[in-house]
């Protein structure tokens, strides 16, 4: 048996970046890994998929731009699992 080596919760904030590759998004543990005692991790993904469907929604009568899309759900991707965030690591540090 192996124990899950990574407890520490991990946050990766690429709508910070300046520029982007185009078609490519990150969501789910890639993009906010959560302490698995938590049980949280689903959760995040789920969140994923929804800002997903909210920036392709909030597109749907405009063009495709691929780098548009990809600000609209690194940023509200980021906005939605900020509480989950806070949560986890209030938990992590203080145990409250
Ligand atoms: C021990 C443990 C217990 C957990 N318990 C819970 C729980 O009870 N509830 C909960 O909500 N969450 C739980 N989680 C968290 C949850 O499993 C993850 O948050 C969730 O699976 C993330 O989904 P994902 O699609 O981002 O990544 P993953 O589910 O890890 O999927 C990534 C996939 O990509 C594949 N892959 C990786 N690299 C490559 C590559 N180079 N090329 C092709 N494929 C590749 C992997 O094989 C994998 O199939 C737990 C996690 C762990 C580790």
Known sequence: MRPFAVAAG?????????????????????????NPIYALGMTAAGLGALTLEACLRAQRHQR???????QCFHTRLAEATAGLWRTVMREDHTGR
């Open 64 to 70: 495709p731009r691929p780098a548009e899309l990809a």
């Open 10 to 34: 991990r946050g990766r904030h690429f709508e910070r970046l300046p520029r982007w590759p185009g078609k490519f998004l990150v969501g789910g543990d890639a993009a906010l890994t959560l």
